[in-house]
């Protein structure tokens, strides 16, 4: 399926389906990937608590993960020290 947003962090990237699925991938430490674990992929994963979910958009931070879904929704996760 086609490829049709990506998101690069300073160790992970993001990358979203056209049907809106997330795919996650990198430095998994701090819960930046949203896998439910902090082990590292070196290939795309799925986000699976966001399955089922319309994804439009995601952006990556240093070591946290955003993306808005198609009612415009926020969604966040990773590391929370800051905010």
Do not use: F
């Not at 962090?9 to 699925?21: E, F, K, N, P, Q």
């Not at 997330?22 to 399955?51: E, F, I, K, N």
């Not at 808005?68 to 926020?74: S, T």
């Amino acid at each position: 399926e086609e490829v049709v947003a990506v998101a690069c962090g300073r160790a992970h990237s993001l990358a979203v389906r056209r049907a809106g699925d997330v795919y996650a991938w990198g430095h998994g430490r701090l819960g930046r990937l949203g896998t439910g674990t902090m082990q590292s992929l070196d290939q795309p994963s799925l986000v699976v608590a966001l399955h089922g979910v319309k994804i439009t958009a995601v952006a990556c931070g240093a070591a946290h993960s955003l993306c808005i879904d198609a009612a415009g929704g926020v969604w966040a996760w990773g590391d929370n020290r800051h905010g």
